[in-house]
């Protein structure tokens, strides 16, 4: 190895020089960067990352970037919160939310894995990079893009949420609407980073844009004071959070920074787009593609890149996967709101809703720390919630009409049952 990290094939081990490649001519099987751990020993400790940046740059030293790398794109570093009231509703006394929500810029963890994958894109030399995207990784690109003067082309499928195409377009990214679902835009994109020699985050760049989400790991081991949780609920859409979080535990136990552990990994999933949960329940070890019928489109990815890994990751680890119904994830969005004040988009309504399931059918013990990953803001799949909520009529600004207001409530409350404490 001539860098502190390089390519390697996750099937036969074969190893390639750092370059925008993500498939193994020998096998065609997956590459992912390997580090080179003995170098980084001295370099990630807790006194350096505690010296670090206030965001996901202070992990660099196992991130795939040169050591001369200035970071241009800060994200990560979200609040790992206790979740007291939501762990009273459904049984839980030890539940911490994650909550990459307020991940910046644009509100979801792809900030993380694009702020890597951007870097080594300039390192290759891109002057144009791209993605296909179910939403959030198109705002996190364009955002990203915009901010190191890069040109963008993103592929979306073309029923994507108005406020996701939105936060799109307002970065100057080209956006492109297929008539199709993720799977055709990101066999598009495989096609078109070949012919026009363009860094595609999601394809050719795979490797190294992966590489982001181990951030979300290592945070948590770091917020819960360097330990691990028992166990860690995580949405599936291609399947690469849950397998790059396991292997940043398996880098901190590595390094000596936490005591080893065994922690259980959940993954979530919507029934409407159900293929790794599916293959875990039917003790399957490879993906039966499905076509995405889901609100949550964030996780609509029929046949998922990663399924496999992320499959073997909650198997070996005696974890679990679920998946819920569109009601279930509008209400779980609810619940999540309205228990710790947090807005979530329909991903982390999957989540918290698989959660709640977990422990109703005993795979997590009520005292077992757990922690549920939300991954996207609830500000951008508004539309789900159309209808949930009527408008009052406006009140004049005097006591007794808010007095009379008041009364109006009351009454409709005990008409409904609900029991008024004033």
């Not at 999601?202 to 819960?224: D, F, H």
């Not at 006591?399 to 009351?410: A, G, I, R």
Request: charged content about 20%; some cysteine; aromatic content about 8%.
């Amino acid at each position: 190895m001539t860098a502190s990290y390089e390519l390697r094939c996750k099937e036969c081990g074969k190893c390639y020089e750092n370059q925008p490649l993500s498939i193994c001519d020998s096998c065609f099987s997956p590459l992912e960067v390997s580090f080179d751990l003995d170098y980084a020993r001295s370099r990630f400790t807790r006194d350096a990352i505690s010296a670090g940046p206030l965001n996901m740059w202070r992990y660099r030293a196992l991130l795939p970037v040169s050591d001369s790398y200035v970071p241009t794109t800060p994200a990560g570093l979200t609040p790992l919160v206790e979740a007291p009231r939501l762990a009273k509703r459904i049984g839980a006394n030890n539940l911490y939310i994650k909550n990459d929500a307020v991940c910046m810029p644009t509100l979801s963890f792809k900030d993380r894995v694009v702020a890597v994958a951007l870097a080594n894109a300039q390192a290759f030399g891109f002057d144009t990079v791209g993605c296909s995207s179910t939403g959030n990784l198109a705002n996190a690109v364009a955002a990203g893009a915009a901010r190191l003067g890069l040109k963008t082309y993103i592929l979306v499928p073309a029923d994507l949420e108005p406020a996701k195409i939105l936060n799109t377009q307002v970065y100057g990214a080209t956006l492109i609407r297929i008539d199709g679902n993720y799977d055709h835009c990101n066999r598009l994109c495989s096609q078109i980073a070949e012919k026009y020699n363009w860094g595609f985050v999601n394809v050719n760049l795979r490797p190294y844009y992966a590489e982001g989400s181990k951030t979300v790991g290592y945070e948590i081991a770091e917020q819960l004071g360097w330990r691990l949780p028992d166990n860690v609920v995580v949405p599936m859409a291609g399947g690469s959070l849950i397998t790059k979080i396991k292997k940043a535990f398996s880098e901190l136990i590595a390094l000596g920074l936490v005591k080893e552990k065994h922690v259980r990994f959940f993954g979530a999933q919507a029934t409407g787009c159900s293929p790794i949960s599916t293959a875990v329940k039917n003790g399957a070890d490879g993906i039966e593609p499905q076509r995405p019928n889901t609100i949550a489109r964030s996780l609509a990815i029929g046949n998922p890149a990663d399924g496999p890994y992320a499959i073997r990751v909650i198997r070996e680890t005696g974890g679990w996967a679920e998946d819920v119904s569109d009601i279930e994830i509008v209400s779980a969005i609810q619940e999540l709101a309205e228990t710790e004040g947090i807005f979530t988009e329909t991903a982390g309504g999957v989540t918290t809703a698989v959660t709640a399931r977990l422990y109703a059918h005993g795979r997590i013990k009520p005292d077992e720390l757990t922690v549920s990953c939300i991954t996207g803001n609830g500000l951008k799949t508004t539309d789900v919630l159309t209808g949930a909520y009527q408008q009052s009529v406006p009140v004049r600004p005097r006591m007794s009409d808010f007095v009379t207001y008041l009364e109006e409530q009351q009454a409709a409350l005990t008409g409904a049952g609900v029991e008024y404490v004033s």
